[in-house]
T-cell receptor
Framework: DVKVTQSSRYLVKRTGEKVFLECVQD?????MFWYRQDPGLGLRLIYF???????EKGDIPEGYSVSREKKERFSLILESASTNQTSMYLC???????????FGPGTRLTVT | ELKVEQNPLFLSMQEGKNYTIYCNYS?????LYWYRQDPGKSLESLFV?????AVKQEGRLMASLDTKARLSTLHITAAVHDLSATYFC?????????????FGKGTKLSVKP
């Protein structure tokens, strides 16, 4: 089975801090995704990557950046965390030309 | 812009009853996913529907896809408490970036004894 792991299940950070969320997959997938999930809004795509060092903006990239230096690892970076970035963050991965079907356990981030 | 609408967003039903969740989407797509999410947990894939008329069943859940009507349904038969969860449909953005899924807002299902 594909395994997608995320570095933290719960994270509490202060406004203005730089925050790193890490995601690792073990199935040699080309595509990796970061979503955020908020009540009443469903899942929204922040960024995705289709290859090492390649990235594309999703629907809500503002306030976020990403890094993909190795195929198995995709990092989401909040340069200066704000309270409106309090959310559940879900990482996912898939093979090229296949829609994502493998989600990580999620990181619940609280920014105070 | 692809929009995905689910209804209802909240569903409270009694055990043993049947009900259907609807998922409408606004532009052409040829792949639709249904996911289940338990509170505090990640998404679990239930079904992938790949063609017009596709029907898949797993236990008390049955999903179907009508690409001409741009509609998918998730039918629940004789509901049991264990089915309480939030259900999401997601549609692949046709011609869009590789593997980009657009999600509905989810249907929160509560099955009561």
């Amino acid at each position: 089975d594909v395994k997608v792991t995320q570095s933290s299940r719960y994270l509490v950070k202060r406004t203005g801090e730089k925050v790193f969320l890490e995601c690792v997959q073990d199935m040699d997938h080309e595509n990796m995704f970061w979503y955020r999930q908020d009540p009443g809004l469903g899942l929204r795509l922040i960024y995705f990557s289709y290859d090492v060092k390649m990235k594309e903006k999703g629907d809500i990239p503002e306030g976020y950046s990403v890094s993909r230096e190795k195929k198995e690892r995709f990092s989401l970076i909040l340069e200066s965390a704000s309270t409106n970035q309090t959310s559940m963050y879900l990482c996912a991965s898939s093979f090229r030309d296949r829609a994502t079907n493998n989600f990580g356990p999620g990181t619940r981030l609280t920014v105070t | 812009e692809l929009k995905v609408e689910q209804n209802p967003l909240f569903l409270s039903m009694q055990e043993g009853k049947n009900y259907t969740i609807y998922c409408n989407y606004s532009t052409t797509s040829d792949r639709l996913y249904w996911y289940r999410q338990d509170p505090g947990k990640s998404l679990e894939s239930l079904f992938v529907l790949l063609s017009n008329g596709a029907v898949k069943q797993e236990g008390r859940l049955m999903a179907s896809l009508d690409t001409k009507a741009r509609l998918s349904t998730l039918h629940i038969t004789a509901a049991v408490h264990d089915l309480s969860a939030t259900y999401f449909c997601a549609v692949v953005l046709y011609g869009g970036s590789q593997g980009n899924l657009i999600f509905g807002k989810g249907t929160k299902l509560s099955v009561k004894p």
